[in-house]
């Protein structure tokens, strides 16, 4: 059965940096497309970054230049290491495992993945 388990998350202040992990069973991290994306109550699920099978990343534009998506294949991690946090950024942050390639279009739509975390919140005050 696969399981996407996410974890580091935290509060920070403005400025601040965090890490978050996302450890895959049943699942080749190294082998798969896959994302993050984040959701605060009340609104629809945003996606952040995806890093496909081949390393190619993509980001949102909201966070370009300060989150940096990436895969540890040894451990079977997905990682994001986001620096430069604003308060906008506090909302629960998922990761997101596909069984395909998404198009360059939808690698940052949610329909596209399979499996998914349970998130961590990642709250930053100003």
């Known amino acids: 059965q696969v399981q996407l388990v996410e974890s580091g998350g935290g509060s920070v202040q403005t400025g601040g940096s965090l890490r978050i992990s996302c450890a895959a069973s049943e699942y080749l991290v190294s082998r798969r497309s896959m994302a993050w994306f984040r959701q605060a109550p009340g609104k629809e699920r945003e996606g952040v970054a995806h890093?496909?099978?081949?390393?190619?990343?993509t980001y949102a534009d909201s966070v370009k230049g300060r989150f940096t998506i990436a895969k540890d294949h040894a451990a079977n991690t997905l990682y994001l290491q986001m620096n430069s946090l604003k308060p906008e950024d506090t909302d629960m942050y998922y990761c997101?495992?596909?069984?395909?390639?998404?198009?360059?279009?939808?690698?940052?739509?949610?329909?596209?993945?399979?499996?998914w975390g349970q998130g961590t919140q990642v709250t930053v005050s100003s």
């Open positions: 890093i496909g099978s081949d390393g190619s990343t």
């Open positions: 997101a495992g596909s069984i395909f390639r998404p198009a360059l279009s939808g690698r940052l739509v949610s329909n596209n993945y399979l499996y």
